[in-house]
Nanobody
Framework: QVQLVESGGGLVQAGGSLRLSCAAS????????MGWYRQVPGKQRELAAV???????SYTDSVKGRFTISRDNAKNTVYLQMNSLKPEDTAVYYC?????????WGQGTQVIVSS
């Protein structure tokens, strides 16, 4: 069993920055991928950023150049550095980890960007 604990969300003005973290614990041997998804009420959850086990990263077009995903393997932690935040980035952000073909989700952390 794997548990994911997210932190770092909050309220920030447009143009500001936040760094989200997601710490994984439990039965972790190897991680295929770690990613961040976001969801607005009434909308489908969408991928924001992902980092593979090999270290390659991918981003949805709307966050490219502003968000950076990274990881600390020793701490089993994935981060999402969010810069130049826009109101449209407002969402609940969920950490997602895949290990041995099983998907685990964090509890979600709220990000609100005001104008």
């Amino acid at each position: 069993q794997v548990q994911l604990v997210e932190s770092g969300g909050g309220l920030v003005q447009a143009g500001g920055s936040l760094r989200l973290s997601c710490a994984a614990s439990g039965s972790i041997f190897s991680i295929s991928a770690m990613g961040w998804y976001r969801q607005v009420p009434g909308k489908q959850r969408e991928l924001a950023a992902v980092i593979t086990g090999e270290g390659s990263t991918s981003y949805t077009d709307s966050v490219k150049g502003r968000f950076t995903i990274s990881r600390d393997n020793a701490k089993n932690t994935v981060y999402l550095q969010m810069n130049s935040l826009k109101p449209e980035d407002t969402a609940v952000y969920y950490c997602r980890v895949v290990t041995r073909g099983v998907i685990y989700w964090g509890q979600g952390t709220q990000v609100i960007v005001s104008s």
